[in-house]
């Protein structure tokens, strides 16, 4: 019976070569504060990600999103418009998030952390919580 509650339990979580991702969400729309998540970890199959909205017009999206991705990094090595950072990075300017917006795509724990000057504070936080 032991042996089967461990192989559930282990089961359940990460596997050591999942990839860690930061996930926080802070925007604005309309100028008010629209969504804020605590700051946590989640586990990719690929990619971390990170959004940075930013428009000309202060009633539009603004902030970034980060966290885990499965879909919008697929293309970055065969589309045209992304270009890889000092940092690493892989991002494309995209009008989907706003007029200076533009996403992020990396490979390694917690490279979504980094970035913006307003992603490294939480990247930061967060790294100090978890060791």
């Given at each position: 019976?032991?042996?089967v ?6 089961s359940?979580?990460?596997s ?13 729309v309309?100028?008010t504060k629209?969504?804020?998540m ?13 959004v940075?909205?930013e ?9 970034y999103?980060?966290?885990c ?9 065969t ?11 892989i991002?494309?300017?995209?009008r989907?998030?706003g007029t200076?917006g ?30």
């Open positions: 019976m032991l042996p509650f461990l192989s559930l339990f282990f359940f979580l990460p050591s070569d999942s990839l860690q991702c930061i996930i926080n969400h802070e925007f604005t309309d100028r629209d969504i804020s605590v700051k946590s970890t989640c586990y990719a199959a690929k990619y971390c990600i990170a940075h909205y428009d000309k017009n202060p009633m539009k999206k603004q902030g999103s980060v966290g991705d499965k879909t919008d990094c697929n293309d970055m090595h589309q045209s418009g992304w270009e890889k950072q000092e940092n690493g990075h991002c494309k300017k995209h989907d998030y200076a533009e996403i992020c795509c990396c490979t390694k724990d917690f490279c979504n952390g980094v970035g913006t000057a307003d992603m490294v504070l939480p990247a930061v936080a967060i790294l100090l919580i978890t060791v």
